[in-house]
């Protein structure tokens, strides 16, 4: 059963710090790897995906990496601002059979401070 | 532009009450699936369906009905709405091909007092 791990949970940084959220995940037999965002109570806006051949895609600020042999993935955010502060799901798809199923970590929450 | 639009995004009812949560997609994806999202629980399947007529339940189906009569259209029925189904709820949908996006919808904020 793929479990998909977040960490640090919670991190809080000074405005135009550059930071890395990490994720780790069990099963290396993945299909491809997408970064979400959530600001609270509302939806998931997707940032990167990364295909399980690619190593890294990038969006603006956003640097995703892909290790598939380690089973880990890491986003990097560069020159955070305020408007970054969200959470910041990963997670990966797993086909069990007929079920094409995500399989997401819990969150980073992430806060920058002004 | 790709899209997967939820209805309604708040929504308060009553124990017992029958209700339906619509999500529709224009991007003629196959794959469609319900989520639930909890504090400390993350996100959890409810139902997923593969086409038109092929729905399955996923980790957390107690309580939940769903249809796939076409295949831009996946409902979420709960026949008898209870305080534990309170959530947050969100609505998926990706093509056959697993190595590409998944897109979901804005979410419903479902409170059952």
């Known amino acids: 059963k793929q479990e998909v791990t977040q960490i640090p949970a919670a991190l809080s940084v000074p405005e135009g710090e550059n930071l890395v959220l990490n994720c780790s995940f069990t099963d290396s037999a993945i299909y491809n790897l997408q970064w979400f965002r959530q600001d609270p109570g509302k939806g998931l806006t997707s940032l990167l995906l990364i295909q399980s051949s690619q190593r890294e895609q990038t969006s603006g600020r956003l640097n995703a990496s892909l290790d598939k042999s380690s089973g880990r993935s890491t986003l990097y955010i560069a020159a955070s601002q305020p408007g970054d502060s969200a959470t910041y799901l990963c997670?990966?798809?797993?086909?069990?059979?007929?079920?094409?199923?995500?399989?997401f970590g819990k969150g980073t929450l992430l806060t920058v401070n002004p | 532009e790709a899209q997967v639009t939820q209805n309604p995004r708040y929504l308060i009812t009553v124990t017992g009450k029958k209700l339906t949560v619509t999500c529709s997609q224009n991007m003629n994806h196959e794959y469609m699936s319900w989520y639930r999202q909890d504090p400390g629980l993350g996100l959890r399947q409810i139902y997923y369906s593969m086409n038109v007529e092929v729905t399955d339940k996923g980790d957390v189906p107690e309580g939940y009905k769903v249809s796939r009569k076409e295949k831009r259209n996946f409902p979420l029925i709960l026949e008898s709405p209870s305080p534990n189904q309170t959530s947050l709820y969100f609505c998926a949908s990706y093509h056959r091909a697993l190595d590409t996006e998944a897109f979901f919808g804005q979410g419903t904020r479902l409170t059952v007092v």
């Open positions: 997670t990966v798809p797993n086909s069990g059979g007929s079920n094409y199923k995500l399989t």
